[in-house]
């Protein structure tokens, strides 16, 4: 806390109160969601103001997770999401340190053209793909929705992991290799371990945006096994009527693979500031 903070406490109680305020704001939409899967049905639209219900039944999330295929589109999200985050990494990471590293005829090319990739709206190229993961016969596999995350979310992890590599001395690298270690030698003993919080927050980033897509999913899958998780929400709505408190059940148990990627994430990212210091 800084001398200025400690002799105003109005600043204090001003800065404590935004803290407060965003929090809440941010936080409020997942206790009513949590609130809601937790509402009896019978109950849901005449105590639909209350803060708190007034009676409290875990059946809406028995009834997902043994009633429905809530399971299958769990599972399915979560191979595409994981398939996604671990090849966009990759790949994202090897280009970010050519960028970052080499210069070569084309560089600015390359850059410009993945940064026009951003620009189209998905509504105007989902035609397109839609065409040709048909052409191919993939249709309906989860390998389509790893392809295309991959292909959408290459760019800006990237360009996210340039930016990383682009904050690590060249100098290590060459003292590195001076004692005799090859390039790829003082990639990997070097810089990676230097580079671990921008190989977290790749992940998470590429996680979360597969793990919450919807579009692709809905157009690329047809068939129930293969469907991920936000397409299986829609069969909580039906013609006449949408099961709330099921839907909200679901939405709290798919926030729970995201709770603990981004724990895990994090002992990366605390563990990336505090490793591949180099000895004196």
């Not at 009834?63 to 671990?86: C, E, Q, R």
């Not at 389509?144 to 991959?150: A, E, P, Q």
Request: charged residues 10%.
């Amino acid at each position: 806390m800084s001398d200025t903070t400690r002799r105003n406490p109005m600043l204090m109680m001003g800065k404590s109160a935004a803290i407060t305020f965003y929090l809440t704001f941010a936080l409020f939409p997942l206790y009513w969601l949590l609130k809601i899967a937790l509402t009896p049905d019978r109950l849901i639209f005449t105590e639909g103001t209350n803060l708190a219900p007034s009676e409290i039944t875990f059946s809406n999330f028995t009834s997902v997770l043994f009633k429905t295929d809530f399971l299958s589109y769990f599972g399915n999200s979560l191979i595409v999401s994981l398939g996604t985050a671990a090849v966009t990494t990759v790949i994202a990471a090897g280009a970010g340190y050519a960028f970052s590293r080499f210069h070569f005829s084309g560089k600015k090319i390359i850059i410009a053209v993945m940064l026009i990739t951003q620009m189209f709206p998905l509504l105007m190229i989902i035609a397109p793909i839609y065409k040709i993961i048909a052409s191919f016969g993939l249709l309906n596999s989860l390998s389509s929705l790893i392809i295309v995350y991959t292909a959408f979310n290459i760019p800006f992890a990237t360009f996210l992991m340039q930016s990383f590599f682009d904050g690590i001395p060249r100098d290590l690298e060459e003292a590195a290799m001076m004692e005799g270690c090859t390039r790829f030698q003082a990639l990997r003993k070097v810089v990676i371990p230097l580079t671990l919080p921008g190989l977290g927050a790749t992940l998470g980033f590429v996680f979360t945006a597969a793990w919450s897509e919807l579009l692709f999913a809905l157009m690329l899958i047809s068939k129930n096994d293969t469907m991920t998780f936000p397409v299986g929400l829609l069969t909580f709505v039906s013609k006449f009527s949408v099961d709330w408190g099921q839907m909200m059940a679901a939405g709290v148990l798919a926030l729970i693979p995201s709770c603990l990627f981004f724990i895990f994430i994090q002992r990366y990212l605390v563990q990336g500031l505090t490793s591949g210091a180099v000895k004196g």
